[in-house]
C-alpha cells in the first residue's frame, strides 16, 4: 500500500470507526455525515413529514454510519434505505414506514428518468383487437409502480406527500401506486391489483393478450379497457412506432 | 446589447431561484452548478439547467472527481462528467484539490492528504486524465483546512504551481477557504496570498463561514470556521478579496451560498458588490 493510500485508510477510519478525536477530525466527520443525512431527507421527504425531523435525522444517522454513498449523485443515495427502515427496531410500530420510503424512491426515479414520449391512447384505439393483443407495450423511463399488501402506504403516502391530512377512517388493505411523468412534474394514482401485475408483465415483454391474462388471474372480472385507457391516460407506457407507421 | 460580454461576477444556482436566474439580465451575470446534479438522464432539472444555459454563461464546479486519491477518476463519472459539458458547453470547469472516493464508495466531503512527491504526482496525473477527457483545461480549488496534517513536503502554493506546471490546470482561488484555514492552522492569510500563483487564477470564490458550535465534553480549547456556505461573505473576506483582484485583474468572482438561502434578490445584491469591484479594475487604464 502506498503512503498517500495508507493516510486515507486510516483518515477514513479516524472519522467512521471512532468518535471524538480533535475539533478539527470532528469537523470532517461531522460534515461528512450531515451530507449523508440531508441528502436522505432531501431523497425521503414524505418519511420525514410522517415521522419528524428529528426521528428522521437520527434515522438517517445510523443508515449514513454504516451504508455510505457509493456514487456521487446523491440523489439516488438511500437505494437501501426502505429495507434499512424495514427491520430498524425503532420503527417496528410504523410498518408502513418502509413502503412509504419506497414510494418518495420512486418518485426520485421518475423525477429523473430519461426523457420519452408517452404513448398516446389514440394510437391503440386506431388498432385492430388481434392487432393489439399482439402488441408489446413498454413502460415508460419514469413509470414506477408498487404493491403494498395488508397496508394503505398510498394513502399514507400521497396525503403527506401533498401535505394534506390523512383521511379518516383509513382502511387496512392492500394498497398499489402508479407514478408517471407525463409531463414535466412526477405525477401519482392509485392504482390496484390488476394494474401492478398488468404492467409487471408488460416490463417483462409479454404482449398485451398474456399480460391482461396475468391481471385478471389476480383479479378476475377486472374490467382491461378501463385499465389500459386508465394506464395511457396516466403516461404509464413509452411511444414507439407502431407497426403499420413504418 | 448594454451588458458587457465578460463574465463577471456571478452566482451559484439552486432550484429555490431558477427562474428568476433565468429571467436575470444583470450585466456580467454567469451562474455555477454541482454538475453531480445534473448527471440525470432526463426531467425537469436538465431541462431547467438547458433553459439557464441558453441565456447565461455556466460554469460547472465538480465535487466528486477526488484527484488526490491514489487511484484514476472514475470513468463512468467521467464520462457523465463529459457528457454534461458537452451538453451545456460551460464558460469553466472545475474541481477541488482532495479526495472523496474510494473502495467502491463515495464520502460527500473533501478530505485533506500530505502534499508529498507522492500526491503530487498522482494528481497532476489525475488532472491530466480529466482534461483529456473532458477537451479542456480545467482549474483547481485550494480545499479549507481544519487540522494539521503531517508528512507536507510543499506549501500549498507551491504544491498548486507545480500541479498547473505538469498538467497546464489552471487555479480556482476560493478566498474564504484561505480566510478560514488561516485561521484554524494559524497563519497570515495576507502573506498565504502573496505566494498564490495568481497568473495561472481562472475563477475566484467567496462565501461566508460559520463557527464551529465545541462539544463541550470533547472541547480541546479549539474554536475552528467552517466552510458552511450559508452566511453573507464576511468583511475581512472582501478585504482580502479587494486585494487579490488589484493584483490579479479582473477574475471571473463567484458568490457561493449553498446553505440558508436568501431570497434572489438579496443573493444579487452580494453579488453586486463584486461586480462593482471588478468593473472598477476595468474601468481602470
Redesign the interface.
Known amino acids: 500500500m502506498?503512503?498517500?493510500?495508507g493516510?486515507?485508510?486510516d483518515?477514513?477510519r479516524n472519522?467512521y470507526d471512532a468518535d471524538?478525536?480533535?475539533?478539527?477530525?470532528?469537523?470532517?466527520r461531522n460534515?461528512?455525515l450531515k451530507?449523508?443525512v440531508d441528502?436522505l431527507q432531501a431523497n425521503f421527504p414524505t418519511v420525514a413529514r410522517l415521522v419528524g425531523e428529528p426521528w428522521f435525522r437520527a434515522a438517517a444517522l445510523v443508515y449514513a454510519r454504516t451504508s455510505?454513498?457509493?456514487?456521487?449523485?446523491?440523489?439516488l443515495y438511500g437505494d437501501g434505505f426502505a429495507d434499512f427502515l424495514a427491520g430498524f427496531e425503532p420503527a417496528a410500530g410504523l410498518p408502513y414506514l418502509a413502503g412509504v420510503a419506497r414510494l418518495d424512491r420512486g418518485w426520485s426515479e421518475a423525477?429523473?428518468?430519461?426523457?420519452?414520449s408517452c404513448l398516446a391512447a389514440a394510437l391503440v384505439a386506431e388498432q385492430t383487437p388481434d392487432a393489439l393483443a399482439a402488441r408489446v407495450l413498454s413502460p415508460h423511463?419514469?413509470a414506477r409502480w408498487h404493491w403494498f399488501d395488508d397496508q394503505p402506504v398510498f394513502t399514507l403516502w400521497s396525503a403527506n406527500r401533498e401535505q394534506r391530512a390523512v383521511p379518516e377512517p383509513l382502511h387496512w388493505r392492500g394498497e398499489g401506486a402508479l407514478l408517471t411523468?407525463p409531463g414535466?412534474?412526477v405525477r401519482w394514482q392509485a392504482l390496484g391489483v390488476a394494474g401492478v401485475f398488468f404492467l409487471n408483465a408488460c416490463a417483462e415483454g409479454l404482449p398485451l393478450a398474456a399480460a391482461a391474462e396475468r391481471a385478471l388471474k389476480h383479479k378476475p372480472g377486472t374490467d382491461l379497457a378501463t385499465l389500459l385507457a386508465t394506464l395511457l391516460k396516466a403516461g404509464a407506457f413509452a411511444a414507439e412506432p407502431l407497426p403499420h407507421c413504418h | 446589447m448594454n451588458a458587457p460580454i465578460r463574465p463577471g461576477a456571478g452566482l451559484s444556482l439552486k432550484p429555490d431561484y431558477f427562474q428568476a436566474a433565468r429571467d436575470c439580465r444583470a450585466g456580467g451575470l454567469w451562474f455555477e452548478v454541482h454538475p453531480e446534479n445534473y448527471m440525470v438522464d432526463g426531467g425537469p432539472r436538465l431541462a431547467w439547467l438547458d433553459a439557464i444555459a441558453e441565456r447565461h454563461p455556466l460554469s460547472l464546479h465538480g465535487v466528486a472527481m477526488s484527484l488526490a486519491a491514489p487511484a484514476p477518476p472514475d470513468a463512468r463519472h467521467l464520462r457523465r462528467f463529459r457528457k454534461l459539458v458537452e451538453r451545456v458547453d460551460p464558460m469553466l470547469v472545475s474541481e477541488h484539490l482532495a479526495w472523496s472516493a474510494t473502495g467502491g464508495h463515495y464520502y460527500p466531503d473533501l478530505l485533506p492528504f500530505p502534499r508529498s512527491d507522492e500526491a503530487l504526482a498522482v494528481i497532476a496525473d489525475n488532472i491530466a486524465r480529466v482534461q483529456d477527457s473532458l477537451g479542456r483545461r480545467i482549474a483547481i480549488e485550494n480545499p479549507t483546512h481544519y487540522l494539521p496534517v503531517p508528512g507536507h513536503r510543499y506549501t500549498e502554493q507551491a504544491f498548486l504551481a507545480e500541479l498547473c506546471e505538469r498538467s497546464g490546470c489552471g487555479l480556482l482561488l476560493d478566498i474564504n477557504n484561505v480566510f478560514i484555514s488561516a485561521h484554524n492552522l494559524c497563519f497570515d492569510a495576507q502573506r498565504y496570498l502573496l505566494d498564490f500563483p495568481l497568473s495561472a487564477v481562472m475563477e475566484i470564490h467567496l462565501a461566508g463561514h460559520s463557527v464551529d458550535a465545541p462539544d463541550q465534553a470533547e472541547d480541546t480549547g479549539e474554536t475552528l470556521l467552517i466552510d458552511s456556505h450559508d452566511q453573507p461573505v464576511a468583511d475581512p473576506v472582501w478585504e482580502l478579496y479587494r486585494a487579490v483582484i488589484e493584483r490579479a485583474g479582473p477574475v471571473p468572482t463567484l458568490i457561493e451560498r449553498d446553505g440558508n438561502i436568501p431570497s434572489f434578490d438579496v443573493l444579487l445584491a452580494e453579488r453586486a458588490r463584486a461586480q462593482a469591484l471588478l468593473e472598477r479594475l476595468e474601468s481602470m487604464p
Request: aromatic content about 10%; glycine content about 6%; overall charge positive.
Open positions: 502506498t503512503a498517500l493510500a493516510f486515507q485508510r483518515f477514513l472519522l471524538g478525536g480533535r475539533a478539527g477530525v470532528r469537523v470532517y460534515t461528512l451530507a449523508c441528502a455510505p454513498p457509493n456514487d456521487p449523485r446523491l440523489y423525477h429523473v428518468a430519461a426523457d420519452r423511463p419514469a411523468r414535466a412534474e
